[in-house]
């Protein structure tokens, strides 16, 4: 009954002065490392065009995410990595090694120089700097999450883990805030030169304080228990992955919940900017506002449902929200066009182009990394229409040879087929573009195309 009632204690009393001050430095600490972490994806356009800028656009903005997502790649490494090493020296210690890495990476990213300067050499070194902010934040949130684990009574532990995860959102909406303030303080032009690496360089001002915080706390008791008793793993990955029985555990872990959380959290933040931005073509500075809004209305729910989990299970919070994304994703992303760009969204859903070419004309595009070549007269003229957000249907009605056609409305534009253009192909591209973008303009269509140009650097 003495557990029970300690328990029950622990579920009604306030937080002690120790437990705030646990949450609030692991929390803060890991605010900063996320910081670092989105400035990246935040400003992906301005990297793509300082580390890919031999590229055309639509390639290196491609680029600029892949590299971005090398961040995720290593992640789970990162986990496993720090995660051994704070069972085998401690949490605090930990901590300290996965800010140093993510802070200095980071403020390097503000440093390194340009495509233009040392050519290939830059976007291999962002890509090993990016791999490196990945590995340290992989050991830096799970660590966090445990250390405040080991801190939290029984029955407390969903409210006092919560926190931590109101960090990624913090983190993000603290980049949005520091780029937003450096915009209007430099003006656009000056920020597209330079002055987007002002947030990465002020970093170390981040990684000063982390530091200075991370020192100032002690270890977990429940390691030093384990510790002091014997009882801390020689071999923890092994016993984690080499046992099935621990092994089936952390798959369906990974695999089952982690996976699907993981695809809503980043489908309803960091994908809704970039859905703002290049898609919508809704104006860099206006979307960040946007979901920076967004982010302080729903940061509060983290803690809500952390604190809900202890009292129903984790399980039913989980499933709850993973069927809430599945029923609502598509209809609130169909909301936000509306919202966001209601003259495309408009467009869209009363004008449809159609293209028509001949049978063997069209080709399968799969794109990937934006590289690819598009060279027939069908290609290129498909390829325009997805770059711009207008919906199509193809026809392949025309006469074997002939050049493919689109049809805005009442006007109809020829296309042009690259390698029969030799050396024109470049005034011919120009021709079919000016003449589709009229087209679509008086069909309804914004006269917007992409995202904001910014200066080769």
Known sequence: MANVATADDAKTRPMTGEEKKVIFASSLGTVFEWYDFYLYGSLAVYIGATFFSSYPETTRNIFALLAFAAGFLVRPFGALVFGRLGDLVGRKYTFLVTILIMGLSTFL??????????????????????????????????????????????????????????????GLFL??????LVQFALGKEAFAAWGWRIPFLLSCVLLGISVWIRLKMNESPAFKKMKEEGKTSKAPLKEAFGQW???KIALLALFGAVVGQAVVWYSGQFYALFFLTGVLKVDAQSANI??????????????????????????????AGLLLAMLTYFPLF?????????????AQATVRATVTAAPDDC????????????????????????KNSVPYDVVTTAAPGTAATVKVGDTTINSYDAIAAGDGAKAANAAFEKQTNMALHNAGYPLVRGAAKVPES
């Open 109 to 170: 990213v503000g440093i390194l120089p340009g495509a233009a300067s040392i050519g290939i050499a830059a976007p291999i070194l962002l890509i090993v700097l990016r791999m490196l902010q990945g590995l340290a934040l992989g050991g830096e949130y799970g660590g966090a999450a445990t250390y405040v684990a080991e801190h939290a009574p029984n029955g407390r532990r969903g409210y006092f883990t919560s926190w931590i995860q109101t960090t990624a959102t913090l």
């Open 175 to 180: 980049s949005l805030v520091v780029i937003l």
């Open 245 to 247: 029985r621990n092994a």
């Open 290 to 319: 946007m979901v920076a809004a967004s982010l302080i209305l729903g940061t509060g729910f983290f803690v809500l449902f952390g604190w809900l989990s202890d009292k129903i299970g984790r399980k039913p919070i989980i499933m």
């Open 334 to 346: 169909k909301a936000l066009t509306w919202a966001g760009n209601p003259a495309l969204a408009q």
């Open 363 to 386: 080709k399968f595009q799969f794109n990937p990394t934006g590289t690819a070549k598009f060279t027939t007269s069908c290609d290129i003229a498909t390829s325009f229409l997805t």
